[in-house]
């Protein structure tokens, strides 16, 4: 089933609109809805997003989270921030890989606006805003022009998400085909042996 991957600045309103997504799937299909983020890995966000290591451990822990949950029945959401292009590129060929579709949840803010709501959270939820800043200019935004960035949602904080839409970019669409890089190759051709033989014959023959 599909895998719905939100992307934003810290603080920009993707796990509220990853809880209004499970809401109106649940409700409206009847199938389960997985959300998969870092919330539910119980990461210290100040603590990875100062440590380029300790992240990239993460990324994988969450991207081997995703690939765990997905199946033919229930629908996964990566709630995370998903800012490094080659990341979603990444996201994409597992996509690939397990024949699903897929889209892209974008949560458009300013920097301002995150830094606000990031003031809003209790204390303990809260990043630093020199980790705030830092995401910020790192952050690679999504182009709908890229594959792996299509089918894109582009939200911004006063929109209502476009629940009929992204419905049926994720139900209504045929996943993408597998390339060879994607595709677990055979180790030997059905024939192998007989053409083992028949070559180990010819170098005795000759």
Not at 21 to 28: D, H, I, R, V
Not at 51 to 73: M, T, W
Not at 113 to 126: C, G, H, Y
Request: proline share 6%.
């Amino acid at each position: 089933m599909p895998l719905i991957i939100m992307c934003g600045f810290p603080c920009s309103g993707k796990t509220r609109r990853a809880v209004e997504l499970k809401e109106y799937f649940e409700q409206n299909t009847g199938k389960s809805v997985h959300i998969v983020g870092d919330r539910t890995l119980g990461i210290e966000k100040n603590a990875v997003y100062s440590d380029s290591q300790i992240e990239k451990k993460v990324r994988g822990s969450l991207r081997a989270e995703a690939e765990r949950r997905v199946n033919k029945e229930d629908i996964v959401i990566l709630d995370s921030l998903n800012y490094i292009k080659g990341y979603r590129y990444e996201l994409f060929c597992l996509i690939k890989h397990i024949q699903t579709p897929h889209c892209l949840v974008y949560c458009l803010t300013s920097a301002e606006v995150s830094s606000t709501w990031n003031t809003q959270r209790n204390a303990e939820e809260q990043y630093t805003q020199d980790i705030v800043d830092a995401l910020v200019l790192r952050f690679e935004p999504p182009d709908s022009r890229n594959r792996w960035d299509s089918p894109l949602f582009t939200i911004q904080k006063e929109d209502t998400l476009p629940f009929e839409a992204i419905s049926d970019a994720i139900f209504k669409r045929k996943p993408p085909p597998p390339n060879q890089s994607t595709q677990s190759q055979p180790l030997s051709s059905t024939n192998f042996l007989y053409e083992l033989d028949k070559v180990t014959q010819d170098v005795l023959m000759n």
